[in-house]
């Protein structure tokens, strides 16, 4: 029980942070900033799967 | 440009049938296995996502709000990467359940076939609108290629086409469940085409048009506006909700929910999908920018939505057209192939089904895929309508929006079904039905009756806060009603299946007391008809290896019973097989039911690997305890409170011989013989205990004792214990035995020292009377006294012989004794005695053979015995003799062909004074002599009787004494 509070709760925080977050990013950021960090988001995301299925 | 409207509409039908090819060969098998169930066939056709709204709309939203036209792509990418918390737990609970829809999924979660066809309800009607605008994005695409060309005919034929490749394709199988493998590598390959078109066409502007990206930087150095237009800051955060209803529809849609959770049978490709989605929504997001700035020196002002189309004939390169056309036909086509076919099984399953009586006939299964077909096509129709009557009115980004807000309504329901379990049916309605009124009233009526033609930021800026509203009273009202109307134990129960790590469990907390095979029958056959629930249950009997009797048990029944669940499932939903296998309710608040605990423990074996955390431990417990119980050296077998077997641990298999699977669930007195009586007689009497019990099981006898103690707490029950007491038993008989003819010993050693003094005064007398008289009478009648004393003299030495072969402290083992020698010897000495003569002796006897002990007792025991065997035999039968050793013994073998010794007597062999010659022939001390013999050098004596089981004759002797190694005179030499 006491895990799925933690998941709810970041669910909850990943749908309110990010839009605000992703708001920053996109409109006072230099123009090629949102897409950096959404490759690297990637990057990391495809690091982490691949380590995982190597591991 | 050469290019003409017949050249492209041949191009698109080409590329049509290509798809049709590649889908028709992919389900004859001619593409490999390895690559149609590759995890990269399904992502790729995961892209599906981008439907024409993403290839076509993004660029009217684009050119409108700059980056805002990010939402969709960065929205998808958020649930992507949430895989793990939100797309995994989803895939495991519709794998388990059999789910393939949204609908089933929440008529499965708030157990209610009402809440699927509401549901189901709901999303045809949201969905028709995004189909709509596939179709007009096709249509009007074709019509700013070609003003003349007629969007409605185009349209027509592109449906009826996508009807076809839908109904050949994607209604194939009967289950729902089943992977349409041809589906979804055409699916796949147009999102290849997709992404390929796009990147070739921007490619085509950075490099043709502003010649590499030094070129393009250059050009935005002087034209600074164009980044400027892309950061222009969107009033307030309003496309912020533009972000969540992405997000959302990104596995919410009908065609997403599909492929995500239907059409996918593995978490690897969830665990590929979570970075690899967005790399493709990436590369087709970058993409944007470049086109829009390109169509900037083009000076290309139509419609942004048709901006590829437009590029195309303003570069007058034929095949940008041509890119730019396939592209945005495999944007349309697949969303329409997979929503209809996704909407169909949803109408089948929830709408039609529940109301309708099926046919009892034997093309029972082709009636309801052909039901399906026609179902493809009914939605498609309807969408076309749609089209025809609402789409063609709106620009494509308005439609689209006012279809992804729609679909965000069900997010919170979907959300509180993951993570929150007191979330309860009332309340999830309510909450929904606010929601889509809201939407219903304040968004599509103002748009239907009003239309006007903003842009979709305006849009976005009058529906912002209706949206924002109808997400905060649904989550809102979901959570209030539900706290006042607390969810039923069946909601709770399925509440628990639904959320993370749960273990799925099957609807087994009813009472099955009263269903039998025929039960099961005349249920399904009700609504099924007769021929169809007996194929169901001829193909759920077989797939277990039952037989089929109604004599099942009531474990496997509930095995059947799951097992035609899931297999319904598939063919009518699981809303409507539930509703078929429902039996009696719940009784009591006990959710468990013993015969349970096995299906529970075969379930947690099968996901110990999934749980973590506190479960892990837990079942690391349940398992070092259960280990614990199997592995007992004394059998332990437990019955619940209506005395059905639940446990049945190894040692109860060793004594048994019966397997565990073929006793749970069963009552002790159903078990095989002599089980049956000894467990059945024993649960039913009031004592704890009972003693060592004989059990003949036909092969020996064997002793148990049992143990019992009930269990009070929770689940209710008894604990049986057996242990096996036949080595106890033997040893304590042969221990009576053994002091029963000690003493008889001790008593003839006594008696034989009493009459050994009297027997000698009477043996002299009796030779003084030769002195004293020459009368022959008297001297033949002192003859007759001598002889008959030394007869008692000869009795009483044996009795004293007897007596002293008792006391062991005289035995000397540190001599060997060559057993060669001995029996050589007994021999000789037996033929002596010419009435012995007449049978004849056979040895057989390996060389070397030594003992270690007396030469003369084991002389005295081989001699007695021999004489035995001969006193049996009838003239000129043989006796056979064999000596060989044995590992650590040396084994004689007597066989004689005598008359054997009676089963009666057998028992009595070795008891003193016991014979059965006739008086005077014999003194019932040999075999007894022979017992003490052996037993002082350490060995043992077995007689077999008859020794020819044929011809029920003769008695085998097998005398085994421990035999004398080169240890044994290293050991005598080291005391030395």
Known sequence: MHQHRILILLVLLCLTLAPPLIHAGLFTGPVWLPFFLWAMLIFIAALLNLSGKNS | MTLDLSALLLIGIGYLI??????????????PNKVIRHPLTHVLSLAVYA??????????????????????????????????????????????????????????????????SFITLLVLVI???????????????????????????????????????????????????????????????????????????????????????????????????????LQTHPSGNNWQILLLAFFAAAFITPHMFHLLFSENASESSLKLASWFMPLMLFLMAIC????????????????????????????????????????????????????????????????LLPVIKLPDTERFYSWLLWMRRSLILLVMAGSYLVYLFVGNRFPLAQLGLITFIGFLQFLPGLLATLYWQKAS????????????????????????????????????????????????????????ISWLFKPS????????????????????????????????????????????????????????????????????????????????????????????LRPQSLSGNNAFRGREIHLL????????????????????????????????PIGVCTLNERQHILFWNQAMVDYTGIAPDAVLGLKPEELPSPWSDLLSNFCQQQVTYQPATMLDNGKQQTWFSLHKTDIDEGLQGCVILIEDETEHKLLANRLAHSERLTSIGRFAAGVAHEIGNPVTGIACLAQNLKLETDQPEVLETGEAIVEQTQRISRIVQSLIRFAHTGQTENLDHSKSVSLNN??????????????????????????????????????????????????????????????????????????????????????????????TKEPGKGTGLGLALVYNIITEHCGNIEFISPADKKQNKGTQVIIQLPAWTEQDSLSVAGLE
């Open chain 2, 18 to 31: 290509l798809l049709f090819v590649t889908a028709y060969l992919t389900e004859r098998g001619v593409l």
């Open chain 2, 51 to 116: 439907s024409a709204w993403t290839f076509y709309g993004a660029f009217s939203i684009a050119s409108d709000a700059g980056f805002a036209f990010l939402a969709s792509y960065l929205g998808a990418t958020v649930t992507f990467m949430l895989a793990p918390i939100i797309l995994m737990p989803l895939l495991r609970i519709a794998r388990s359940h059999q789910l393939s829809s949204l609908a089933d999924l929440f008529a499965f979660r708030y157990r209610s076939a009402r809440v699927g």
């Open chain 2, 127 to 229: 969905s028709m609108p995004l189909i709509a605008l596939q179709i007009q994005a096709f249509s009007d695409s074709l019509s700013h290629f070609d003003s003349r060309v007629s969007g409605q005919h185009v349209a027509l034929v592109f449906c009826l086409i996508m009807s076809l490749f839908s109904m050949l394709f994607g209604a194939r199988q009967l289950s729902i469940r089943s992977r349409h493998d041809g589906l979804m590598v055409a699916i796949a390959l147009e999102s290849i085409v997709k992404i390929v078109a796009l990147l070739a066409m921007a490619a085509v502007i950075l490099f043709g048009l502003f010649s590499g990206p030094v070129g393009l930087l250059e050009w935005l150095e002087q034209n600074p506006e164009q980044l400027q237009r």
């Open chain 2, 288 to 351: 944007i920018p470049l086109l829009l700035w390109g169509s900037v020196i083009l000076q290309v002002d139509t419609p942004k939505d048709f901006l590829l189309i437009r590029l195309g004939q303003a570069l007058e390169q034929d095949w940008f057209v041509i890119a730019a056309y396939l592209g945005g036909l495999s944007a349309s086509s697949g969303v329409i192939i997979v929503a209809n076919v996704a909407l169909a099984s949803m109408v089948q399953n929830h709408l």
């Open chain 2, 425 to 480: 049916r009332i309340g999830f309605l309510a909450g929904l039905c606010a929601g889509i009124t809201i939407w219903l009233l304040a968004i599509v009526l103002p748009a239907l009756t009003h239309p006007t033609n903003p842009s979709s930021l305006n849009l976005l800026d009058q529906w912002y806060g209706w949206a924002i509203a109808s997400i905060l009273i649904n989550s809102i009202l979901i959570m209030v």
């Open chain 2, 489 to 580: 134990a069946e909601e709770e129960e399925m509440a628990v299946a639904c959320v993370l790590n749960a273990l799925p469990r099957s609807q087994s907390s009813f009472t099955f007391e009263n269903d039998t095979l025929e039960d099961l029958q005349l249920r399904l056959g009700a609504r099924l008809g007769t021929t169809s629930a007996q194929r169901e249950i001829e193909r759920a009997l077989e797939s277990l290896n039952l037989p089929p009797t109604n004599k099942l048990r009531p474990l496997d029944l509930l095995r059947l019973r799951n097992i035609l669940e899931n297999n319904l499932s598939g063919i009518l939903g699981p809303a409507e097989a539930t509703a078929l």
């Open chain 2, 601 to 632: 423990e075969e379930q947690l074996e099968s996901y110990s690997e999934r749980l973590s955390g506190l479960a892990a431990e837990l079942d690391k417990i349940r398992r070092y305890h259960r280990s614990t119980l199997q592995h007992l």
């Open chain 2, 822 to 915: 001995c029996i050589e010897e007994a021999v000789d000495l037996m033929r002596f005695d010419e009435s012995r003569r007449k049978v004849k002796i056979h040895m057989d006897i390996e060389p070397k053979l030594y003992s270690s002990g007396d030469y003369q007792q084991l002389l005295q025991m081989l001699v007695n015995l021999l004489n035995n065997a001969s006193d049996a035999s009838p003239e000129q039968s043989t006796i056979w003799i064999q000596a060989y050793s044995v590992e650590n013994w040396v084994e004689i073998e007597i066989i004689d062909q005598g008359t054997g010794i009676s089963a009666e007597h057998q028992g009595r062999i070795f008891e003193p004074f016991f014979t």
